[in-house]
């Protein structure tokens, strides 16, 4: 039986007890705060399947790729650590993504790796398992689609699994190979542009483009080394031709502000995702730190 882990940035609309969201801690340290995280995450509150409180087309492909394979599927969680997709778990607030009000960067006192947090997640939930735990047999193909911000709170993880065991792991990301790790690379599937482009039939977001990408490998039914199942990688996609490239229209600061609060909360207040539908949907071209001074206020108007 193959494993499939993805992430998931997209949460239903359930209600966050007030303990569980990342902006409620004290600032302190990576374990200080790890230690409050840990507490509140033990705490009596409602909880639902992992399925109720995820959302969106990642966690969608995902899904339909795990059933596929007769997968047993996983989530890399930034508040939770690593979890199975059948677990009952609490709705929560907590991301890596620096910027976002619910940001654990945002309570952790100067400049921390990510991977910091990781180790001390999976230390203090209750919820988390290690790697190594869900990682199979050695036949078994691990399938992860991962985000650049997520592959650097894992790797270390990652790469610590049994040499036969990391043979086996394929990763499909949109990141740029300079922020994979160099002991990761030969695990990447060569996915690119192509994916989007005029022969796909599974286009979409830069978002979800690492779930896009897993659903198609799977497609492939593929199980050689990993050297053989991206040369099958580069042969599926040999004919597809890359979209034709085009420039975001520029809007004022008064423009913008008016977009983001249209799209406010179809994003949940989470400016990152904002950011990249402005860019991917609607073609709106923004500096990252021009439009997250915009989306503080209108954070602030909305507090």
């Known amino acids: 039986m193959a494993v499939v882990i993805t992430t998931c940035t997209n949460r239903k609309r359930k209600p966050i007890d007030e303990g569980?969201?990342?902006?409620?801690?004290?600032?302190?340290?990576?374990?200080?705060?790890?230690?409050?995280?840990?507490?509140?995450?033990r705490a009596d509150v409602p909880r639902y399947s992992a399925m109720e409180v995820y959302?969106?087309?990642?966690?969608?492909?995902?899904?339909?790729?795990?059933?596929?394979?007769?997968?047993?599927?996983f989530v890399v969680s930034a508040g939770l650590g690593l979890i199975d997709a059948e677990n009952q778990i609490p709705a929560y607030a907590c991301t890596v993504l620096e910027g976002a009000p619910d940001s654990i960067s945002a309570r952790i006192g100067g400049f921390h790796p990510k991977a910091d947090w990781?180790?001390?997640?999976q230390r203090v939930s209750p919820y988390a398992l290690p790697f190594r735990a869900v990682a199979g047999a050695d036949d078994?193909?691990?399938?992860?689609?991962?985000?650049?911000?997520?592959?650097?709170?894992?790797?270390a993880e990652v790469m610590d699994l049994p040499i036969d065991r990391f043979a086996r792991l394929r990763l499909f990301t949109r990141a740029p190979m300079s922020r994979i790790p160099e002991g990761l690379r030969?695990?990447?599937?060569?996915?690119d542009d192509r994916l989007d482009g005029p022969d796909s039939s599974i286009r979409g977001t830069?978002?979800?483009f690492a779930a896009r990408a897993l659903r198609h490998f799977v497609g492939l039914r593929v199980s050689g080394s990993a050297s053989e199942d991206a040369a099958?990688?580069?042969?599926?996609l040999a004919d597809w031709r890359i979209p034709s490239k085009f420039d975001r229209i520029r809007r004022d600061d008064a423009e913008l502000l008016d977009l983001m609060r249209q799209h406010w909360a179809a994003a949940g207040g989470r400016s990152s995702k904002l950011l990249r539908f402005f860019r991917d949907d609607l073609g709106v071209a923004c500096e990252q730190g021009r439009f997250a001074?915009?989306?503080?206020?209108?954070?602030?108007?909305?507090?």
Do not use: H
Not at 25 to 35: K, M, Q, T
Not at 118 to 121: A, G, H, K, P, Y
Not at 140 to 155: C, F, G, K, R
Not at 293 to 303: I, N, S
């Open 20 to 41: 569980l969201c990342a902006s409620s801690l004290a600032s302190g340290s990576v374990g200080e705060v790890a230690r409050q995280w840990g507490r509140q995450l």
């Open 55 to 73: 959302g969106g087309r990642s966690f969608k492909d995902a899904i339909e790729a795990a059933k596929a394979l007769d997968a047993n599927l």
């Open 118 to 121: 990781w180790r001390e997640l």
């Open 140 to 155: 078994t193909p691990i399938l992860a689609s991962l985000s650049d911000n997520y592959i650097e709170m894992v790797a």
């Open 186 to 191: 030969g695990n990447v599937m060569p996915y």
């Open 206 to 208: 830069r978002s979800d």
């Open 232 to 236: 099958a990688v580069e042969v599926a």
């Open 293 to 303: 001074a915009l989306a503080r206020q209108v954070r602030e108007e909305r507090a």
